[in-house]
């Protein structure tokens, strides 16, 4: 099997209160008053354009403090193994994380967000609305 690689850029950073693995909420959705920004670099504010439309956001990142994989792991609430495709942990081949935040406002290239599960400083690849529906 061939490997194939991609070279991706951030688009912005996430700001939140989280300084360390310990302290971030398992989901944004059961912590509705964590709040965090995502600083938008310049180079991408006018993708922004239109994004108040939106109640919801899909934030894809990278775990930019996780180091190696498993593929057998234990989940933070479990105590039985599963393959890491099976569950969300950050230890992965590729270390991409997603989450669904709400967005508060948006000022100029600042978001601001509700619902945040994220570290502080965490690398922001992309953002996608996000609706139900689809």
């Given at each position: 099997m061939?490997?194939?690689?991609?070279?991706?850029r951030?688009?912005?950073?996430?700001?939140?209160?989280?300084?360390?693995?310990?302290?971030?909420?398992?989901?944004?959705?059961?912590?509705?008053?964590?709040?965090?920004?995502?600083?938008?670099?310049?180079?991408?504010?006018?993708?922004?354009?239109?994004?108040?439309?939106?109640?919801?956001?899909?934030?894809?990142?990278?775990?930019?403090?996780?180091?190696?994989?498993?593929?057998?792991?234990?989940?933070?609430?479990?105590?039985k193994?599963?393959?890491?495709f099976?569950?969300r942990?950050?230890?992965?081949?590729?270390p991409?994380?997603?989450?669904?935040?709400?967005?508060?406002?948006r000022?100029?290239?600042i978001?601001?967000?509700?619902?945040v599960?994220?570290?502080?400083?965490?690398?922001?690849?992309?953002?996608?609305?996000?609706?139900?529906?689809?």
């Amino acid at each position: 099997m061939n490997e194939i690689e991609f070279t991706f850029r951030a688009i912005g950073v996430l700001r939140t209160p989280y300084r360390s693995k310990s302290g971030v909420p398992i989901q944004g959705i059961f912590e509705p008053e964590s709040k965090g920004k995502a600083e938008i670099f310049e180079a991408y504010g006018q993708g922004l354009q239109d994004i108040e439309a939106f109640s919801h956001l899909i934030l894809l990142y990278v775990f930019h403090q996780s180091e190696g994989y498993e593929l057998i792991c234990k989940p933070y609430m479990d105590d039985k193994l599963h393959g890491v495709f099976a569950i969300r942990a950050p230890k992965r081949p590729n270390p991409i994380g997603f989450s669904v935040v709400r967005l508060e406002r948006r000022e100029g290239n600042i978001l601001h967000l509700a619902e945040v599960d994220m570290l502080d400083g965490t690398p922001l690849l992309d953002i996608k609305p996000f609706v139900p529906k689809f």
